[in-house]
């Protein structure tokens, strides 16, 4: 997982903390297993001495294991908490976004995914985005819970039926960024990937003018035949 946008960077840095903490455990109860052993192994064919700590040495260890496990709580708090965050665009992010987030409607369905933007215009399977833009998807589902996950660039969210969920986050350089299907969702979910285009202001300004302009001429050119008669 490579992060690119401030939510995942929290969450990375989460993967990284739990990662370590879990080594000091392991590391910790080992070592201290294996120097209990060795200090106080009896020699061969004699009992060896029955040991219990005091209750001051009791103490000692439950207190340090409660600070560790405390200190680790608090840190994911936070971090959960500022992965939750909304970003704001950035100098380079689309200008009509600087006060707002841009806001994007996501349809899943069996089984693509659909994409509405402001103008009206809407795409499949690929989401494109302005970079350094504060954008806010909003997840809903015409069937079935849909997950919709792009690992690098948010967290996973369920799209559910008769519910809106959100999502934001802010992609901090143009590129690709994949997504697959994250929950079993029916026979064909497998096949219901998502690519995530990052591209300049300017060149998603254009792509919307053209995704817009293209539907229109293929709306007319359908009502044009239906009116030819030449479809039924
Ligand atoms: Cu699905």
């Known amino acids: ?62 207190g340090v294991l409660t600070l560790f496990a405390a200190a680790i709580l608090i840190v994911s708090l936070v971090y959960t908490d500022k992965a939750r965050e909304t970003p704001t665009t950035g100098p380079a992010g689309l200008a009509a976004a600087r006060s707002k987030p841009l806001q994007i409607d996501v349809t899943g369905q069996q089984w693509l995914w659909r994409y509405d933007y402001p103008n009206s215009a809407f795409s499949y399977y690929k989401l494109v985005v302005p970079v350094d833009t504060a954008v806010k998807l909003e997840l809903l589902s015409t069937d079935v819970i849909h997950t919709w ?65 293209d539907i229109d001429s293929a709306q007319d050119r359908v009502v044009g035949l239906i009116e030819n008669g030449e479809v039924p």
């Open 149 to 213: 996950n792009v690992p690098d660039l948010a967290g996973k969210h369920d799209a559910v039926p008769g519910k809106t969920n959100k999502v934001v986050f802010l992609a901090d350089e143009e590129g690709e960024f994949d997504g697959d299907s994250a929950t079993l969702s029916g026979q064909a979910y497998a096949s219901m990937r998502t690519a995530v285009e990052v591209v300049s202001p300017q060149a998603y300004e254009d792509f919307l003018k053209q995704q817009k302009a």
């Open 1 to 62: 997982m490579a992060p690119h946008s401030p939510g995942t960077d929290q969450i990375d840095t989460l993967l990284w903390i739990g990662f370590v903490a879990a080594a000091i455990v392991v590391v910790a109860i080992n070592g201290a297993l294996i120097y209990a052993l060795r200090r106080y192994r009896g020699a061969r064919g004699t009992e060896p001495r029955q040991l219990r700590g005091t209750r001051r040495t009791q103490f000692r260890v439950g």
